[in-house]
Protein backbone atom coordinates (compact mmCIF):
# COMPACT_ATOMS: atom_id res chain seq x y z
CA UNK A 1 0.00 0.00 0.00
CA UNK A 2 1.10 3.50 -0.83
CA UNK A 3 2.42 5.40 2.48
CA UNK A 4 0.79 9.07 3.16
CA UNK A 5 3.47 11.53 2.68
CA UNK A 6 2.39 13.03 6.09
CA UNK A 7 3.13 10.06 7.65
CA UNK A 8 6.89 10.13 6.47
CA UNK A 9 9.37 11.39 8.91
CA UNK A 10 10.94 13.97 7.05
CA UNK A 11 7.48 15.66 6.34
CA UNK A 12 6.91 15.62 10.48
CA UNK A 13 10.13 16.95 10.72
CA UNK A 14 12.05 19.54 8.84
CA UNK A 15 15.61 18.65 10.66
CA UNK A 16 18.35 17.81 7.88
CA UNK A 17 19.02 14.25 6.72
CA UNK A 18 22.44 13.07 6.10
CA UNK A 19 23.27 10.97 3.42
CA UNK A 20 24.90 7.42 5.15
CA UNK A 21 27.77 6.22 2.74
CA UNK A 22 27.99 2.49 3.78
CA UNK A 23 31.51 1.80 1.96
CA UNK A 24 33.42 -0.71 3.90
CA UNK A 25 32.50 -2.57 7.37
CA UNK A 26 32.61 -4.91 8.99
CA UNK A 27 29.37 -3.86 9.72
CA UNK A 28 28.00 -4.27 12.90
CA UNK A 29 24.91 -3.58 14.83
CA UNK A 30 26.59 -1.52 17.61
CA UNK A 31 28.36 0.42 15.39
CA UNK A 32 24.91 1.54 13.27
CA UNK A 33 23.64 2.14 16.76
CA UNK A 34 26.24 4.32 17.85
CA UNK A 35 26.31 6.56 14.48
CA UNK A 36 22.56 6.74 14.73
CA UNK A 37 22.98 8.27 18.19
CA UNK A 38 25.33 10.71 17.19
CA UNK A 39 23.07 11.78 14.28
CA UNK A 40 20.27 12.25 16.52
CA UNK A 41 22.53 13.89 18.98
CA UNK A 42 23.58 16.73 16.42
CA UNK A 43 20.43 17.57 15.19
CA UNK A 44 19.93 15.46 12.01
CA UNK A 45 16.31 13.95 10.97
CA UNK A 46 16.99 11.46 9.41
CA UNK A 47 19.62 9.00 7.24
CA UNK A 48 19.98 8.34 3.51
CA UNK A 49 22.14 4.89 3.36
CA UNK A 50 23.69 4.52 0.13
CA UNK A 51 25.85 1.79 -0.98
CA UNK A 52 29.55 2.19 -2.67
CA UNK A 53 32.62 0.37 -3.13
CA UNK A 54 35.20 2.09 -1.39
CA UNK A 55 37.87 1.31 -3.60
CA UNK A 56 36.16 4.54 -5.97
CA UNK A 57 38.28 6.55 -4.49
CA UNK A 58 41.64 5.16 -4.44
CA UNK A 59 42.58 3.84 -1.26
CA UNK A 60 42.34 -0.42 -1.45
CA UNK A 61 39.99 -1.69 1.87
CA UNK A 62 39.64 -5.34 3.05
CA UNK A 63 36.47 -6.57 1.95
CA UNK A 64 34.17 -6.91 4.48
CA UNK A 65 31.17 -6.51 3.16
CA UNK A 66 28.20 -8.76 3.04
CA UNK A 67 26.82 -9.82 -0.15
CA UNK A 68 24.45 -7.25 -1.95
CA UNK A 69 21.50 -8.01 -1.55
CA UNK A 70 21.89 -11.07 0.80
CA UNK A 71 20.14 -12.47 3.90
CA UNK A 72 23.06 -10.82 6.16
CA UNK A 73 22.39 -7.36 3.89
CA UNK A 74 18.78 -7.43 4.51
CA UNK A 75 19.16 -7.97 8.08
CA UNK A 76 21.19 -5.25 8.47
CA UNK A 77 19.17 -2.47 6.92
CA UNK A 78 16.08 -4.16 9.05
CA UNK A 79 18.37 -3.33 12.37
CA UNK A 80 19.45 0.37 11.01
CA UNK A 81 15.54 1.09 10.08
CA UNK A 82 14.27 -0.56 13.02
CA UNK A 83 16.58 1.54 15.44
CA UNK A 84 16.37 4.71 13.63
CA UNK A 85 12.64 3.98 14.18
CA UNK A 86 13.23 3.99 17.94
CA UNK A 87 15.24 7.54 18.00
CA UNK A 88 12.51 9.07 16.12
CA UNK A 89 15.18 8.96 12.64
CA UNK A 90 14.01 9.16 9.46
CA UNK A 91 16.01 5.94 7.02
CA UNK A 92 15.68 5.98 3.94
CA UNK A 93 17.62 3.75 0.86
CA UNK A 94 19.48 4.49 -2.24
CA UNK A 95 17.77 2.30 -5.04
CA UNK A 96 20.56 0.54 -5.76
CA UNK A 97 24.74 0.28 -5.30
CA UNK A 98 25.98 3.05 -7.26
CA UNK A 99 24.47 4.87 -9.98
CA UNK A 100 23.04 4.82 -12.09
CA UNK A 101 20.35 1.93 -11.82
CA UNK A 102 21.68 -1.34 -13.01
CA UNK A 103 23.37 -5.00 -11.45
CA UNK A 104 23.73 -8.45 -11.82
CA UNK A 105 20.14 -8.48 -11.62
CA UNK A 106 19.39 -6.65 -15.18
CA UNK A 107 18.99 -9.31 -17.64
CA UNK A 108 20.37 -8.75 -21.39
CA UNK A 109 17.26 -7.47 -22.43
CA UNK A 110 16.89 -4.85 -20.06
CA UNK A 111 20.33 -3.75 -20.53
CA UNK A 112 21.00 -0.09 -21.47
CA UNK A 113 21.13 0.53 -25.81
CA UNK A 114 22.07 2.84 -27.75
CA UNK A 115 21.30 4.28 -31.58
CA UNK A 116 23.79 1.54 -32.65
CA UNK A 117 23.41 -0.96 -30.44
CA UNK A 118 23.91 -2.21 -26.82
CA UNK A 119 25.52 0.25 -24.39
CA UNK A 120 29.13 0.25 -23.51
CA UNK A 121 28.36 1.90 -20.47
CA UNK A 122 28.71 -0.36 -17.43
CA UNK A 123 27.50 0.32 -13.49
CA UNK A 124 31.01 0.72 -11.79
CA UNK A 125 31.61 1.41 -8.12
CA UNK A 126 29.17 -1.09 -6.85
CA UNK A 127 29.29 -3.61 -3.85
CA UNK A 128 28.94 -6.06 -6.85
CA UNK A 129 31.91 -7.21 -8.15
CA UNK A 130 33.31 -6.62 -11.65
CA UNK A 131 31.35 -4.17 -13.94
CA UNK A 132 27.91 -4.84 -14.29
CA UNK A 133 25.17 -3.62 -17.30
CA UNK A 134 23.17 -0.77 -16.34
CA UNK A 135 19.18 -0.73 -16.61
CA UNK A 136 17.36 0.54 -20.03
CA UNK A 137 15.68 3.68 -18.43
CA UNK A 138 13.55 3.51 -21.56
CA UNK A 139 11.64 0.61 -20.97
CA UNK A 140 8.87 0.54 -18.02
CA UNK A 141 9.13 -3.21 -18.02
CA UNK A 142 12.39 -3.21 -17.55
CA UNK A 143 12.44 -0.98 -14.75
CA UNK A 144 9.35 -2.94 -13.18
CA UNK A 145 11.67 -6.00 -13.44
CA UNK A 146 14.44 -4.35 -11.63
CA UNK A 147 12.16 -3.42 -8.66
CA UNK A 148 10.72 -6.80 -8.55
CA UNK A 149 14.15 -8.18 -8.70
CA UNK A 150 15.60 -5.73 -5.78
CA UNK A 151 12.54 -5.09 -3.88
CA UNK A 152 12.01 -7.96 -1.50
CA UNK A 153 15.90 -7.60 -0.18
CA UNK A 154 14.54 -4.37 1.18
CA UNK A 155 11.38 -5.24 2.89
CA UNK A 156 12.91 -5.47 6.23
CA UNK A 157 14.18 -1.61 5.76
CA UNK A 158 10.71 -1.09 4.60
CA UNK A 159 8.93 -1.66 7.58
CA UNK A 160 7.70 0.47 10.37
CA UNK A 161 7.66 4.32 9.49
CA UNK A 162 7.42 5.08 5.92
CA UNK A 163 10.62 5.33 4.11
CA UNK A 164 11.68 6.88 0.97
CA UNK A 165 13.56 5.13 -1.91
CA UNK A 166 15.92 7.12 -3.33
CA UNK A 167 16.97 7.56 -7.04
CA UNK A 168 20.44 9.63 -7.25
CA UNK A 169 21.02 11.98 -10.18
CA UNK A 170 20.82 9.47 -13.42
CA UNK A 171 24.41 10.15 -14.97
CA UNK A 172 23.10 7.95 -17.78
CA UNK A 173 25.49 7.62 -20.69
CA UNK A 174 22.47 10.33 -22.60
CA UNK A 175 24.62 10.79 -25.74
CA UNK A 176 23.30 8.31 -27.91
CA UNK A 177 20.56 6.96 -25.59
CA UNK A 178 17.49 5.00 -27.39
CA UNK A 179 15.71 1.40 -27.09
CA UNK A 180 15.20 -0.61 -30.22
CA UNK A 181 11.28 -0.70 -29.21
CA UNK A 182 10.78 3.32 -30.34
CA UNK A 183 11.82 2.86 -33.59
CA UNK A 184 8.13 2.34 -34.89
CA UNK A 185 6.75 4.82 -32.65
CA UNK A 186 9.52 7.77 -33.82
CA UNK A 187 7.85 7.24 -37.16
CA UNK A 188 4.63 7.15 -36.19
CA UNK A 189 5.27 10.66 -33.91
CA UNK A 190 7.75 12.38 -36.45
CA UNK A 191 6.80 10.80 -40.01
CA UNK A 192 10.16 9.27 -41.11
CA UNK A 193 12.63 6.54 -39.78
CA UNK A 194 15.43 7.62 -37.24
CA UNK A 195 17.68 4.60 -38.11
CA UNK A 196 18.08 5.75 -41.65
CA UNK A 197 19.18 9.23 -40.49
CA UNK A 198 21.64 8.16 -37.41
CA UNK A 199 24.36 10.89 -38.67
CA UNK A 200 22.07 13.56 -39.04
CA UNK A 201 20.25 12.76 -35.52
CA UNK A 202 23.82 13.12 -34.20
CA UNK A 203 24.59 16.71 -35.29
CA UNK A 204 21.40 18.20 -37.32
CA UNK A 205 19.43 20.55 -34.79
CA UNK A 206 16.08 19.89 -35.94
CA UNK A 207 16.31 16.30 -36.35
CA UNK A 208 18.42 15.67 -33.17
CA UNK A 209 15.73 18.08 -31.41
CA UNK A 210 13.18 15.42 -32.67
CA UNK A 211 15.48 12.25 -31.46
CA UNK A 212 15.92 13.67 -27.52
CA UNK A 213 12.45 14.47 -27.06
CA UNK A 214 11.39 11.28 -28.09
CA UNK A 215 13.81 10.43 -25.73
CA UNK A 216 12.37 12.62 -22.89
CA UNK A 217 8.92 12.08 -22.79
CA UNK A 218 9.86 7.95 -23.55
CA UNK A 219 12.10 8.80 -19.73
CA UNK A 220 9.44 10.19 -18.65
CA UNK A 221 6.81 7.45 -18.78
CA UNK A 222 8.95 4.37 -18.46
CA UNK A 223 11.52 5.64 -16.00
CA UNK A 224 9.95 8.31 -13.68
CA UNK A 225 6.53 7.44 -13.72
CA UNK A 226 7.06 3.95 -13.63
CA UNK A 227 9.96 4.21 -10.56
CA UNK A 228 7.51 6.58 -8.55
CA UNK A 229 4.51 3.42 -8.60
CA UNK A 230 6.63 0.92 -7.88
CA UNK A 231 7.78 2.58 -4.69
CA UNK A 232 4.36 3.16 -3.98
CA UNK A 233 3.78 -0.71 -4.57
CA UNK A 234 6.55 -1.58 -2.22
CA UNK A 235 5.22 0.85 0.86
CA UNK A 236 7.60 3.64 0.24
CA UNK A 237 7.86 7.30 -1.19
CA UNK A 238 9.97 8.27 -3.97
CA UNK A 239 12.74 10.61 -3.21
CA UNK A 240 14.18 11.69 -6.87
CA UNK A 241 16.95 13.76 -8.55
CA UNK A 242 15.29 13.96 -11.79
CA UNK A 243 18.26 15.62 -13.40
CA UNK A 244 20.25 13.87 -16.03
CA UNK A 245 17.61 12.76 -18.14
CA UNK A 246 17.12 14.35 -21.62
CA UNK A 247 13.43 14.95 -20.45
CA UNK A 248 10.90 18.05 -19.05
CA UNK A 249 12.63 18.07 -15.74
CA UNK A 250 9.35 19.68 -14.61
CA UNK A 251 6.85 16.98 -15.51
CA UNK A 252 9.55 14.53 -13.70
CA UNK A 253 9.86 16.44 -10.84
CA UNK A 254 5.81 16.57 -10.46
CA UNK A 255 5.69 13.18 -11.10
CA UNK A 256 7.55 11.99 -7.87
CA UNK A 257 6.89 11.85 -4.40
CA UNK A 258 9.40 14.24 -3.40
CA UNK A 259 11.68 16.27 -5.85
CA UNK A 260 15.50 16.48 -5.14
CA UNK A 261 17.53 19.07 -6.33
CA UNK A 262 21.65 18.99 -5.87
CA UNK A 263 24.18 21.98 -4.74
CA UNK A 264 26.80 22.95 -5.48
CA UNK A 265 27.64 20.98 -8.74
CA UNK A 266 24.26 22.61 -9.69
CA UNK A 267 23.94 26.26 -9.28
CA UNK A 268 21.38 27.14 -6.63
CA UNK A 269 18.88 28.81 -9.42
CA UNK A 270 18.53 25.13 -10.61
CA UNK A 271 16.38 24.45 -7.47
CA UNK A 272 14.08 26.64 -8.71
CA UNK A 273 13.00 23.52 -11.66
CA UNK A 274 12.07 21.26 -8.82
CA UNK A 275 10.72 24.02 -6.55
CA UNK A 276 8.53 25.23 -9.26
CA UNK A 277 7.08 21.55 -9.94
CA UNK A 278 6.37 21.00 -6.38
CA UNK A 279 4.11 23.93 -6.68
CA UNK A 280 2.45 23.43 -9.94
CA UNK A 281 1.88 19.69 -8.81
CA UNK A 282 0.95 20.12 -5.08
CA UNK A 283 3.90 18.44 -3.58
CA UNK A 284 5.08 19.69 0.09
CA UNK A 285 8.61 18.83 0.01
CA UNK A 286 11.48 20.12 -2.18
CA UNK A 287 14.80 18.53 -1.03
CA UNK A 288 18.29 19.16 -1.72
CA UNK A 289 21.80 16.95 -1.77
CA UNK A 290 23.92 19.55 -0.41
CA UNK A 291 27.55 20.18 0.14
CA UNK A 292 28.79 18.38 -2.50
CA UNK A 293 32.05 19.62 -3.88
CA UNK A 294 31.41 23.03 -2.51
CA UNK A 295 35.13 23.78 -3.09
CA UNK A 296 35.93 21.91 -6.34
CA UNK A 297 36.02 17.94 -6.78
CA UNK A 298 38.94 16.47 -5.35
CA UNK A 299 40.92 13.96 -8.04
CA UNK A 300 44.07 14.11 -10.19
CA UNK A 301 44.73 17.68 -10.99
CA UNK A 302 42.68 19.34 -8.77
CA UNK A 303 45.03 20.22 -5.89
CA UNK A 304 43.07 23.72 -5.09
CA UNK A 305 39.85 21.66 -4.07
CA UNK A 306 42.19 18.97 -1.61
CA UNK A 307 43.46 21.70 -0.34
CA UNK A 308 40.09 22.67 1.76
CA UNK A 309 38.90 19.02 2.04
CA UNK A 310 38.06 18.45 5.30
CA UNK A 311 38.42 22.37 6.66
CA UNK A 312 34.91 23.30 5.38
CA UNK A 313 33.78 26.95 6.68
CA UNK A 314 30.48 26.37 8.19
CA UNK A 315 29.35 29.90 7.52
CA UNK A 316 29.89 28.72 3.72
CA UNK A 317 27.90 25.65 4.01
CA UNK A 318 25.18 28.21 5.63
CA UNK A 319 25.83 30.95 2.54
CA UNK A 320 25.35 27.92 0.37
CA UNK A 321 22.13 26.34 2.50
CA UNK A 322 20.41 30.27 2.39
CA UNK A 323 20.64 30.15 -1.49
CA UNK A 324 19.33 26.95 -1.92
CA UNK A 325 16.12 27.47 0.32
CA UNK A 326 15.74 31.21 -1.43
CA UNK A 327 15.48 29.12 -4.16
CA UNK A 328 12.31 26.85 -2.83
CA UNK A 329 14.48 24.20 -0.91
CA UNK A 330 12.71 23.02 2.77
CA UNK A 331 14.77 20.25 3.24
CA UNK A 332 18.37 19.33 3.35
CA UNK A 333 20.33 16.18 2.83
CA UNK A 334 24.18 16.36 3.99
CA UNK A 335 26.59 14.85 1.89
CA UNK A 336 27.74 13.44 3.81
CA UNK A 337 28.71 10.68 6.44
CA UNK A 338 30.73 7.69 5.89
CA UNK A 339 30.34 4.41 8.16
CA UNK A 340 32.68 4.11 10.19
CA UNK A 341 32.86 1.10 12.91
CA UNK A 342 35.27 1.64 15.96
CA UNK A 343 38.65 2.87 14.49
CA UNK A 344 37.18 3.38 11.14
CA UNK A 345 38.78 5.87 8.76
CA UNK A 346 36.48 5.98 5.68
CA UNK A 347 35.95 8.86 3.81
CA UNK A 348 34.14 9.90 0.53
CA UNK A 349 35.87 12.32 -1.57
CA UNK A 350 33.02 14.41 -3.08
CA UNK A 351 31.43 15.24 0.06
CA UNK A 352 31.54 17.68 3.04
CA UNK A 353 32.95 15.41 5.46
CA UNK A 354 30.32 14.80 8.52
CA UNK A 355 30.82 12.74 11.48
CA UNK A 356 32.39 13.25 15.43
CA UNK A 357 35.23 14.08 13.88
CA UNK A 358 34.34 16.83 11.25
CA UNK A 359 36.27 19.98 11.86
CA UNK A 360 32.68 21.67 12.55
CA UNK A 361 31.27 18.97 14.85
CA UNK A 362 30.92 21.04 17.84
CA UNK A 363 29.32 23.93 15.57
CA UNK A 364 26.87 21.43 14.13
CA UNK A 365 23.68 20.91 16.88
CA UNK A 366 23.19 24.90 16.54
CA UNK A 367 23.25 24.93 12.43
CA UNK A 368 21.03 22.06 12.21
CA UNK A 369 18.79 23.50 14.30
CA UNK A 370 19.16 26.63 12.48
CA UNK A 371 17.99 24.47 9.29
CA UNK A 372 15.57 22.88 10.60
CA UNK A 373 13.96 26.20 11.65
CA UNK A 374 14.01 27.78 8.44
CA UNK A 375 13.17 24.32 6.43
CA UNK A 376 9.78 24.67 8.90
CA UNK A 377 8.78 27.66 8.38
CA UNK A 378 9.41 27.79 4.49
CA UNK A 379 6.92 24.79 4.65
CA UNK A 380 3.98 27.27 5.72
CA UNK A 381 1.03 27.06 2.96
CA UNK A 382 1.74 27.62 -0.35
CA UNK A 383 4.00 28.69 -2.32
CA UNK A 384 3.34 32.14 -3.94
CA UNK A 385 2.95 32.30 -7.75
CA UNK A 386 2.80 35.90 -9.51
CA UNK A 387 4.45 35.13 -12.73
CA UNK A 388 4.39 32.10 -14.93
CA UNK A 389 7.46 31.87 -17.08
CA UNK A 390 8.30 29.09 -19.71
CA UNK A 391 10.92 27.23 -18.96
CA UNK A 392 13.50 26.59 -21.81
CA UNK A 393 13.41 23.10 -22.47
CA UNK A 394 13.14 23.44 -26.36
CA UNK A 395 15.92 25.95 -26.72
CA UNK A 396 18.36 23.54 -24.69
CA UNK A 397 17.52 20.53 -26.56
CA UNK A 398 18.08 22.17 -29.60
CA UNK A 399 21.34 23.25 -27.93
CA UNK A 400 24.34 20.46 -27.85
CA UNK A 401 27.12 20.56 -25.47
CA UNK A 402 27.92 22.88 -22.83
CA UNK A 403 31.01 25.09 -23.75
CA UNK A 404 34.31 23.93 -22.42
CA UNK A 405 34.63 27.03 -20.36
CA UNK A 406 31.21 26.62 -18.79
CA UNK A 407 31.05 22.72 -17.47
CA UNK A 408 31.92 21.64 -14.23
CA UNK A 409 32.13 17.92 -13.41
CA UNK A 410 29.82 15.91 -14.73
CA UNK A 411 27.89 18.01 -16.86
CA UNK A 412 28.17 17.37 -20.35
CA UNK A 413 24.75 18.87 -22.08
CA UNK A 414 22.77 22.23 -21.94
CA UNK A 415 19.67 20.18 -21.15
CA UNK A 416 21.06 19.38 -18.16
CA UNK A 417 19.86 23.17 -17.10
CA UNK A 418 22.38 23.06 -14.57
CA UNK A 419 22.95 27.07 -15.13
CA UNK A 420 19.22 27.96 -16.05
CA UNK A 421 17.86 31.06 -14.43
CA UNK A 422 14.82 33.20 -14.57
CA UNK A 423 15.41 35.91 -16.31
CA UNK A 424 16.47 39.09 -14.67
CA UNK A 425 13.33 41.61 -15.08
CA UNK A 426 11.17 38.75 -13.76
CA UNK A 427 13.26 38.01 -10.65
CA UNK A 428 10.98 40.77 -8.51
CA UNK A 429 7.64 38.92 -9.22
CA UNK A 430 8.80 35.44 -7.50
CA UNK A 431 8.55 33.90 -10.87
CA UNK A 432 7.53 30.06 -11.38
CA UNK A 433 8.65 28.15 -13.67
CA UNK A 434 6.41 26.56 -16.24
CA UNK A 435 6.19 24.23 -19.90
CA UNK A 436 3.67 22.51 -22.27
CA UNK A 437 2.49 19.75 -19.97
CA UNK A 438 1.31 22.38 -17.61
CA UNK A 439 -0.04 24.73 -20.22
CA UNK A 440 -2.18 22.37 -21.49
CA UNK A 441 -3.82 22.24 -18.13
CA UNK A 442 -3.86 25.62 -17.33
CA UNK A 443 -7.34 27.44 -17.38
CA UNK A 444 -8.26 30.99 -17.15
CA UNK A 445 -10.04 31.30 -14.39
CA UNK A 446 -11.23 35.41 -13.03
CA UNK A 447 -8.77 36.61 -15.30
CA UNK A 448 -5.76 34.95 -14.20
CA UNK A 449 -3.96 31.38 -15.16
CA UNK A 450 -4.56 28.49 -12.76
CA UNK A 451 -2.65 25.06 -13.05
CA UNK A 452 -3.75 23.10 -10.11
CA UNK A 453 -4.19 24.64 -6.94
CA UNK A 454 -1.79 28.28 -8.50
CA UNK A 455 -2.69 31.27 -9.97
CA UNK A 456 -0.31 33.23 -12.03
CA UNK A 457 -0.82 37.17 -13.27
CA UNK A 458 0.83 36.19 -16.49
CA UNK A 459 2.80 33.99 -18.45
CA UNK A 460 6.31 35.35 -19.44
CA UNK A 461 8.49 33.72 -22.31
CA UNK A 462 11.60 34.49 -23.79
CA UNK A 463 13.02 31.88 -26.16
CA UNK A 464 14.26 31.35 -28.98
CA UNK A 465 12.43 27.87 -29.99
CA UNK A 466 9.35 26.96 -28.81
CA UNK A 467 7.07 23.88 -29.49
CA UNK A 468 3.70 23.89 -31.42
CA UNK A 469 1.88 22.17 -28.70
CA UNK A 470 3.24 24.98 -25.95
CA UNK A 471 2.68 27.93 -28.70
CA UNK A 472 -1.02 26.28 -29.27
CA UNK A 473 -2.15 26.73 -25.49
CA UNK A 474 0.21 30.28 -25.06
CA UNK A 475 -2.42 31.06 -27.60
CA UNK A 476 -5.42 29.68 -25.87
CA UNK A 477 -5.08 31.68 -22.80
CA UNK A 478 -4.43 34.85 -24.58
CA UNK A 479 -7.68 34.20 -26.48
CA UNK A 480 -9.03 33.89 -23.09
CA UNK A 481 -7.70 36.82 -21.74
CA UNK A 482 -4.75 36.12 -19.92
CA UNK A 483 -1.39 38.22 -19.91
CA UNK A 484 1.43 37.02 -22.17
CA UNK A 485 4.79 38.77 -22.11
CA UNK A 486 5.96 37.46 -25.51
CA UNK A 487 9.92 39.15 -25.82
CA UNK A 488 10.21 37.82 -29.30
CA UNK A 489 8.57 35.73 -31.56
CA UNK A 490 9.94 32.03 -31.09
CA UNK A 491 10.55 29.24 -33.78
CA UNK A 492 9.20 25.78 -34.24
CA UNK A 493 11.85 23.48 -33.53
CA UNK A 494 12.02 19.69 -35.12
CA UNK A 495 11.85 18.59 -38.87
CA UNK A 496 7.40 18.44 -38.93
CA UNK A 497 6.04 22.11 -39.16
CA UNK A 498 2.51 22.73 -37.89
CA UNK A 499 0.47 24.63 -40.47
CA UNK A 500 -1.03 26.85 -37.80
CA UNK A 501 2.44 28.07 -36.09
CA UNK A 502 2.65 31.43 -37.92
CA UNK A 503 -1.39 31.62 -37.56
CA UNK A 504 -0.74 31.47 -33.69
CA UNK A 505 2.51 34.21 -33.66
CA UNK A 506 0.21 36.19 -35.80
CA UNK A 507 -2.76 36.01 -33.72
CA UNK A 508 -0.63 36.84 -30.69
CA UNK A 509 1.07 39.80 -32.57
CA UNK A 510 -2.85 41.36 -32.60
CA UNK A 511 -4.33 40.86 -29.13
CA UNK A 512 -4.23 43.90 -26.50
CA UNK A 513 -3.14 41.60 -23.38
CA UNK A 514 -0.03 40.36 -25.29
CA UNK A 515 3.46 42.10 -25.00
CA UNK A 516 7.11 41.79 -24.73
CA UNK A 517 6.94 44.93 -22.38
CA UNK A 518 6.35 43.48 -18.88
CA UNK A 519 5.36 46.64 -17.20
CA UNK A 520 3.01 47.58 -20.07
CA UNK A 521 0.64 44.38 -19.26
CA UNK A 522 0.13 45.87 -15.48
CA UNK A 523 1.72 42.79 -13.55
CA UNK A 524 3.12 44.15 -10.46
CA UNK A 525 5.92 42.77 -9.46
CA UNK A 526 6.05 41.21 -5.30
CA UNK A 527 9.81 42.66 -4.53
CA UNK A 528 11.22 46.11 -5.91
CA UNK A 529 14.38 47.17 -5.17
CA UNK A 530 17.86 47.36 -6.57
CA UNK A 531 20.20 44.63 -6.05
CA UNK A 532 17.79 42.70 -4.26
CA UNK A 533 19.08 39.12 -2.60
CA UNK A 534 18.08 35.79 -4.00
CA UNK A 535 14.42 34.97 -2.02
CA UNK A 536 11.41 32.55 -1.93
CA UNK A 537 8.12 33.42 -0.93
CA UNK A 538 4.90 31.41 1.09
CA UNK A 539 1.78 32.47 1.41
CA UNK A 540 -0.48 31.81 4.17
CA UNK A 541 -3.93 32.55 5.13
CA UNK A 542 -4.24 36.50 4.89
CA UNK A 543 0.09 36.42 5.04
CA UNK A 544 2.81 35.97 3.09
CA UNK A 545 6.54 34.37 4.33
CA UNK A 546 9.50 35.63 2.43
CA UNK A 547 12.87 34.69 3.21
CA UNK A 548 15.65 36.52 1.82
CA UNK A 549 19.39 35.21 1.56
CA UNK A 550 22.21 37.01 2.81
CA UNK A 551 23.11 39.47 -0.11
CA UNK A 552 26.27 37.36 -0.52
CA UNK A 553 24.34 34.19 -1.77
CA UNK A 554 23.72 36.15 -5.00
CA UNK A 555 27.57 35.37 -5.74
CA UNK A 556 27.04 31.29 -4.80
CA UNK A 557 28.63 29.75 -7.89
CA UNK A 558 30.40 26.15 -8.53
CA UNK A 559 33.18 26.52 -6.70
CA UNK A 560 32.58 28.71 -4.16
CA UNK A 561 36.05 30.20 -2.79
CA UNK A 562 36.89 29.00 0.25
CA UNK A 563 36.27 31.67 2.82
CA UNK A 564 33.62 32.97 0.79
CA UNK A 565 30.78 33.89 3.06
CA UNK A 566 33.15 36.20 5.29
CA UNK A 567 31.48 39.58 6.77
CA UNK A 568 32.53 42.25 8.39
CA UNK A 569 29.85 45.04 8.10
CA UNK A 570 25.95 45.48 8.57
CA UNK A 571 24.30 45.24 4.55
CA UNK A 572 21.03 47.14 4.11
CA UNK A 573 18.72 46.87 0.46
CA UNK A 574 16.11 49.19 0.45
CA UNK A 575 12.63 47.53 -0.89
CA UNK A 576 9.06 47.61 -1.85
CA UNK A 577 6.92 44.85 -1.39
CA UNK A 578 3.67 44.62 -2.99
CA UNK A 579 1.09 42.25 -1.08
CA UNK A 580 -2.92 42.73 -0.90
CA UNK A 581 -3.97 46.15 -1.94
CA UNK A 582 -0.39 47.97 -0.68
CA UNK A 583 3.13 48.64 -1.29
CA UNK A 584 5.18 48.69 1.52
CA UNK A 585 8.92 49.91 1.79
CA UNK A 586 10.57 47.72 4.09
CA UNK A 587 14.58 48.24 4.79
CA UNK A 588 16.16 44.61 4.72
CA UNK A 589 18.64 44.70 7.05
CA UNK A 590 21.78 41.83 7.22
CA UNK A 591 23.65 41.31 9.74
CA UNK A 592 27.06 39.81 9.06
CA UNK A 593 26.19 36.12 7.86
CA UNK A 594 22.37 36.61 8.62
CA UNK A 595 19.61 36.09 6.27
CA UNK A 596 16.58 37.97 7.08
CA UNK A 597 13.02 36.32 7.66
CA UNK A 598 9.84 38.83 6.81
CA UNK A 599 6.23 38.38 7.79
CA UNK A 600 3.95 40.45 5.53
CA UNK A 601 0.15 40.78 6.37
CA UNK A 602 -2.55 41.91 4.07
CA UNK A 603 -2.80 45.28 5.80
CA UNK A 604 -0.91 46.40 8.64
CA UNK A 605 3.11 46.66 9.68
CA UNK A 606 5.68 44.04 7.79
CA UNK A 607 7.16 42.56 10.50
CA UNK A 608 11.05 40.72 10.92
CA UNK A 609 11.47 37.06 12.35
CA UNK A 610 14.03 36.31 14.56
CA UNK A 611 16.54 33.50 12.81
CA UNK A 612 18.39 33.17 15.95
CA UNK A 613 21.58 32.03 14.52
CA UNK A 614 25.18 33.14 13.65
CA UNK A 615 27.74 30.82 12.85
CA UNK A 616 31.35 31.74 13.43
CA UNK A 617 33.15 33.89 11.80
CA UNK A 618 34.18 32.98 8.70
CA UNK A 619 37.88 33.47 7.85
CA UNK A 620 39.37 34.44 3.96
CA UNK A 621 41.75 31.80 1.94
CA UNK A 622 44.93 32.50 3.18
CA UNK A 623 46.47 31.61 -0.22
CA UNK A 624 49.13 28.80 -0.85
Given at each position: ???????????????????????????????????????????????????????????????????????????????????????????????????????????????????????????????????????????????????????????????????????????????????????????????????????????????????????????????????????????????????????????????????????????????????????????????????????????????????????????????????????????????????????????????????????????????????????????????????????????????????????????????????????????????????????????????????????????????????????????????????????????????????QYAHWLAELSRL?????????????????????????????????????????????????????????????????????????????????????????????????????????????????
Amino acid sequence: MAPDITEYPAYQSSRPYARWWWLAGPFQADDIASQLDWLSENGFGGVEIAWVDPVWYGRPVADTRPEWLSAEWSSLIGFAKGYADQLGLGCDFTFGSSWPFGGSVVRPADAAQTLTGPSGQRLTRSWEPGPQPVLDHLSSSAVQRYANAIGPSFALGLDGTPSALFCDSLELDAAEIWTPSLSDAFEARYGYRLDDHLDLARTHPHMRYDYRRMVGSTMLDAFFETFAQACRDLGAISRVQCHGAPTDLLAAYAAVDVPESEGLLFEPTFSRIPASAAALAGKPLVSAEAFTCIYGTIGPGQLQAAKYWRREQLADLKLLADALIANGVNQLVWHGMPFNGHGGSNEFYASVHVGPDSVFSRQLPAFNEYLESVCGMMRRGQPYTNLAVYLPNEDMLMRDRIPDEQRTPGAVFEWEMRRVAPPAETEGHHPTWVSEPFLRQAQIVDGQISIGDVRFAGLYADVEWMDAGALEHVARLARGGAKIVLKRAPSSPGMRRNPQYAHWLAELSRLPNVSPDLSALGIQPLVEGQDVPPYWAKQGTGELLIFFAHPFARDVHYPMRFGQSHCTERLTREVVIRYGSSARPVTLTFEPYQSVLLRVPLVGEVSTLDLEYTPEPAFPDPGP
